[in-house]
């Protein structure tokens, strides 16, 4: 059978169905961010996704990650075919919540501020409105929500990743708001968090500081070594960093000290050659200072996303089948209130980033149309859990508004929009994409041979190990 005519009647079948069932997709969103649950703590979320699965016929599988009750798998079948995932995240960020008004309104609480009450609602939308249409068409194959909790500094996929959670996968459709509607090959950077903790010796600092062997200037020294190795690394590899202890008081010599950074670069592999060195410096200013040197990575760290070009050309086909959100006079009113005291220039610089040029950015609070730039042979500087993910099979990634043109993630700009109808357009449009692209490579046996071609050359050139011990526990 003709595959556009399918596609075609898909795509009058989705929109019919999204806007059918709009009101509760946006319910949920807002009951997610109205409970704003930090990494490992979202159980109340996860049972608010897990109940729209039951009433909507999926199978549910938890207990999946051992010190990860908050992970689950939702699953829905129409017999053998290709497995297509999806990805949810719903954990906030400590700290960054606001009321939901156009100036900074800080109420104290936790918050959305990367919008994952829109991610996680928008990919479950996605999941059952593709169901509902497999259901009607005879659609053969599977499709699978993967709900990812810890995303924020807890790199819950890739614990996820290494107990086999995502084996079985033909695809991987997934999405983030940000502050454009657009598709994306850039890949992300990699990353790993890891902490030098430094053992001296306390003495009074005034009376015997000869007696004492400061842990504090071991690791202050260890950053000025590292300051100095920057200039002998790739230039793409990030570097930062904070004292997370240094003593107590001034009139003593600090017996414990530690620094903590994250180390970034376009591949795992660099990440890794970047962290043999660092420990050299350790090592060596331990010496220096007659200390000793605790070496403790937090998860591994982050592998690099892994677009698929071939998937992601079809799902830019239909993101623009969809269409971009549309706003209204009063939602423009509100972003640009938003984004009072904010440069054109500024407006600019917060999507070039992504090889996003438009020359009309820097003039609009929200972006309203759809940027046909992928941002191809640039890479995105942000790290995610997502990366080791993408490994697993091909993938394709999209994004789509969740906060006005200026602002980043993270900010409470994102938080407020997040709860709001600005929001709510973006997530849908997302969801109505991806549930549009997995079906898309469902019906397409040629497409899905081309992505799976393009994936494992790319594999076999950089093949993915997963960097966490088989005994480490999430949170540890």
């Known amino acids: 059978m003709d595959n556009t005519k399918i596609m075609n009647q898909v795509l009058e079948f989705l ?11 946006t319910d949920t969103s807002d009951k997610i961010w109205e409970l704003a649950e930090i990494r490992f703590e979202e159980f109340r979320s996860m049972e608010v996704f897990v109940e729209q699965f039951k009433k909507h016929g999926f199978t549910i599988r938890t207990n999946l990650v051992k010190g990860l009750p908050t992970a689950f798998v939702a699953e829905w079948s129409n017999g053998d075919g290709p497995v297509i995932g999806t990805i949810g995240e719903y954990d ?26 829109l991610l996680g609602t928008g990919s479950m939308a996605a999941a059952i409105g593709a169901a509902k249409a497999m259901e009607k068409f005879g659609i053969k194959g599977t499709i699978r929500y993967f709900g990812c909790p810890a995303e924020e500094n ?86 930062h960093s904070v004292i997370t202890n240094g003593g107590k008081t001034p009139n003593t010599v600090p017996d414990e000290a530690e620094i ?56 830019l086909i239909n993101l623009n089948r969809v269409g971009a959100p549309v706003f209204t006079d009063e939602e423009k009113a509100f ?14 610089k917060s999507l070039r980033i992504y090889g996003i040029t438009d020359p009309d950015i820097g003039k609009l609070d929200l972006y309203d149309r759809i940027c046909q730039d992928q941002g191809a042979g640039k890479i995105t500087p942000y790290s995610t859990d997502s990366g080791d993910a993408s490994w697993q099979a091909p993938m394709c990634q999209m994004f789509a508004v969740g906060q006005t043109i200026g602002t980043s993630n993270h900010s409470w700009q994102q938080t407020v929009c997040a709860g709001m109808s600005i929001g709510h357009k973006g ?26 071609e393009e994936y494992n050359a790319q594999v076999k050139r950089f093949p993915y190990k997963n960097p966490l011990p088989p005994d480490l526990m999430p949170g540890v």
């Not at 005034?206 to 000025?224: C, E, I, K, N």
């Not at 060195?277 to 040197?293: I, L, P, Q, S, Y």
């Not at 997530?427 to 799976?452: N, R, S, Y």
Request: proline share 4%; hydrophobic share 40%; with cysteine.
């Open 92 to 117: 906030a960020l400590p700290g960054l919540g606001y009321e939901i008004k156009p100036v900074k309104t800080p109420n104290g609480k936790n918050g959305h501020g990367c919008g994952h009450n």
């Open 154 to 239: 807890g790199g819950g996929k890739v614990f996820m990743v290494r107990d086999g959670v995502f084996d079985g996968l033909d695809a991987i459709v997934r999405w983030h708001p940000i502050n454009a509607t657009f598709v994306s090959v850039s890949p992300s950077l990699a990353r790993t968090s890891i902490h030098y903790r430094f053992h001296g010796k306390s003495a009074h600092a005034g009376v015997t500081p000869h007696l004492g062997r400061s842990a504090l200037d071991a690791a202050l020294l260890m950053d000025v070594g590292v300051n100095y190795l920057r200039e002998h690394i790739l230039p793409d590899v990030r570097i």
């Open 15 to 25: 929109n019919q169905w999204f806007a059918k069932n709009k009101q509760w997709i």
């Open 427 to 452: 997530m849908l449009c997302a969801g109505e994409t991806l549930a549009m692209t997995a079906l898309d490579i469902m019906t397409d046996a040629d497409l899905l041979a081309k992505a799976k």
């Open 260 to 315: 903590w950074y994250y180390v970034r670069a376009p591949r795992k592999n660099d990440v890794d050659d970047v962290v043999k060195r660092m420990a050299k410096v350790a090592e060596g200013m331990a010496m220096a200072t007659e200390t000793t040197v605790e070496i403790k990575e937090d998860n591994g760290g982050l592998a690099e996303t892994l677009p698929n070009q071939t998937l992601c050309d079809r799902m």
């Open 335 to 348: 972003a640009k209130q938003m984004n009072e005291g904010l440069t054109e220039e500024a407006k600019a």
